[in-house]
């Protein structure tokens, strides 16, 4: 696996990871609703029970037909095939889950009502597959033979050291395999400001001669900005230093209860802080900004508050990577998420005074249960095993908290859609238009990303007031913005023109083979004015090193 994209909006998350993921396993008023659905169609509840009854005999007679797909990694153990015993059980698993989802297909439901059926049901299926099973699983008993039942007492530790702290999930990576400051965040600089809220690093360079043009980069705000970072090779920081940019990025601080008040002003004015440390340091009058995720809101906003209130002409390009403004969804997740959740996840934050990231981790792995809870399950508890030793697992392991204030801008804002439109959302006093920001812009998206669908984030673009150039890598949320520069397996489509519809720009847009990161480093080279000597030393006078990256906040847990 070399990605983390899951399936849920922001607003999603940040409601379960304050409520609970509990919640989504009680249907609640959707489930009385498929019942009563059920008894007014009782043909159709009747017609999908004798076609599962029909199939159930075939499979005892051994003349079904059912069987996993070759790309289900769940019974890739030739004895789910061989057995004719495991090949039944497995026969019977998925024959219960065609007629489990089809019967929800069947019925009328409302769409909000369907769609969280769905997404029950779907996780239903999940959870029972037979290799999930400790009595049924061939890879357990092979394990057990292999090890001399020393599977099972390793299996039994890591499930105990698991589940005795949050996020009661299966380890997905080895804790031992990496270290920051040693393994990941490893590219040469120095902290040369530090405030309550941020650390701001300034990168050494690596070439004779840089850009005269800085660029300041934007992390998110859950999680730690390393993912931008990781192991040399797979580093973009790391990849434009080598390009002759002037690169700094923020390193937020992990908040507690201390700093339950910092909201969207609060960080847009260190957005705007960190912005003009940039600019003394290196005494050009304007700069690049680079944000991803939740940091692209801050920074558009930041962006967009300096343009109405001081005039931002200093903004050299606003670069966005899997960056939503536009939140509207009509899926089975637009439909898990209303007022009433909303207010009592942002009501339990508030009490605490941040959003624990280890209730974030929680949802992340359950939005994706396959590949993110049972996968793990039976690596680590059935066969034993250790979880692998991988830098973007590893990061997402490393989770932050976020400022109950924050949490809750973030929910109302993404409920309401409010940066959809002019003046929906207040920052400072100010109301934001995205319009006002008329700089250029490179903005990434991803098509396999459901955490920020690659088609919100073109419509978002088109909300921008400057000209833009948009990309769409073949990755999901994470594997996009970690693209390296010899993926040869990876491409991306790319245009200038922002102004068809998502479906249009995507037939006429030229396709590249590779990673997106050259063809930034080239725009945004074109954009950075010319070649100067590398300054000799970080900082400068008032802006002095502090110590070496990657700092102390990142460290923080």
């Given at each position: ?10 607003d ?8 609970g ?23 159709r ?18 003349s ?7 790309r ?6 030739p004895?789910?095939?061989?057995n ?5 059980v497995?026969?019977?698993?998925l024959?219960?889950?065609?007629a ?12 909000q009502?369907?769609?969280?059926i ?9 959870a029972?597959a ?5 009595l ?32 009661f999930?299966p380890s997905?990576?080895?804790?031992s395999?990496?270290r920051v ?9 120095a ?6 809220m ?37 580093s ?9 940019q002037q690169?700094?990025?923020?390193s ?10 910092w ?53 050299a390009s606003?670069?966005l990577?899997v960056?939503?403004?536009d ?45 993110l ?12 095993r250790?979880p ?6 590893f ?7 976020m ?7 973030f ?7 409010k ?7 207040t ?14 812009s ?10 920020c669908?690659?088609?919100?984030c ?8 400057g000209k833009v150039?948009?990309?769409l890598?073949?990755?999901g949320h994470?594997?996009?913005l ?5 993926n ?5 489509r790319?245009s200038?023109?922002n102004?068809?519809?998502p ?14 990161w ?7 080279g ?17 802006f ?14």
């Open positions: 696996m070399t990605d983390l994209d899951v399936s849920a909006p922001p999603l998350i940040l409601t379960e990871a304050t409520t993921i509990a919640r989504r396993f009680l249907p609640g008023r959707p489930g009385l609703s498929l019942l009563l659905a059920m008894a007014r169609r009782p043909r509840v009747a017609n999908r029970a004798a076609t599962l009854g029909a199939e159930l005999t075939r499979i005892a007679a051994g079904s037909t059912v069987a996993p797909s070759s289900d990694k769940r019974f890739a153990d004895a789910w095939t061989g004719p015993l495991l090949r039944r497995v026969q019977v698993y024959a219960a889950g065609i489990a989802e089809g019967l929800v297909q069947d019925l009328p439901l409302e769409w009502d369907a769609e969280r769905k997404f029950l049901t779907t996780n239903l299926v999940e029972l037979p290799s999930n099973n400790p049924l699983s061939p890879v357990a008993w092979k394990a057990i033979i292999d090890t001399g039942g020393g599977n099972l007492r390793t299996g039994a530790q890591q499930l105990i050291s698991d589940f005795s702290h949050a996020p999930i997905m990576v080895d804790q395999a990496f400051g040693s393994d990941l965040g490893i590219t040469p600089g902290v040369v400001l530090r405030t309550p941020f650390e701001l690093i300034q990168y050494r360079p690596q070439t004779e001669t840089v850009r005269t043009v800085p660029l300041l980069i934007i992390p998110p705000t859950i999680n730690k900005f390393y993912v931008l970072d990781l192991a040399p090779g797979r973009l920081i790391e990849y434009l230093v080598g390009q002759g690169v700094f990025v923020v937020w601080r992990n908040p507690d209860a201390r700093h339950s008040k909201g969207f002003d609060a960080y847009v004015e260190a957005v705007t802080g960190a912005f003009d440390a940039v600019d003394e340091i290196t005494g050009h009058s304007t700069a690049h900004v680079l944000a991803a995720c939740s940091g692209g809101l801050l920074a558009a906003m930041a962006a967009a508050y300096r343009a109405e209130t001081a005039g931002f002409d200093r903004l606003l670069d990577l960056t939503m403004f939140q509207a969804r009509e899926d089975a997740f637009g439909a898990m998420v209303d007022e009433q959740a909303a207010a009592a996840a942002i009501a339990r934050s508030r009490r605490q005074g941040y959003l624990d990231g280890k209730q974030l981790a929680a949802v992340f792995a359950w939005l994706r249960p396959r590949d809870v049972w996968n793990y399950w039976v690596n680590n508890y059935l066969q034993g250790k692998p030793a991988f830098d973007i697992l990061w997402n392991a490393d989770t932050t908290r400022p109950a204030k924050l949490h809750r801008d929910l109302d804002t993404a409920l309401g859609n940066l959809a439109r002019p003046g929906g959302v920052v400072l006093g100010t109301e934001i238009d995205l319009k006002r920001i008329t700089a250029d490179y903005v990434v998206a991803g098509s396999a990303d459901h955490l669908p690659w088609t919100n073109y419509r978002s673009s088109q909300m921008l007031g150039r948009f990309v890598s073949t990755n994470i594997a996009a970690v693209n390296p520069s010899d040869h397996k990876s491409s991306y790319v200038d023109d102004s068809l519809d479906e249009a720009w995507q037939r006429t847009a030229t396709t590249e083979q590779g990673s997106w050259p063809d930034f480093a080239q725009w945004l074109d954009r950075s004015g010319e070649l100067v000597p590398a300054p000799a030393h970080l900082g400068n006078a008032r002095q090193p502090i110590e070496a990256a990657p700092g102390s906040y990142v460290l923080d847990r």
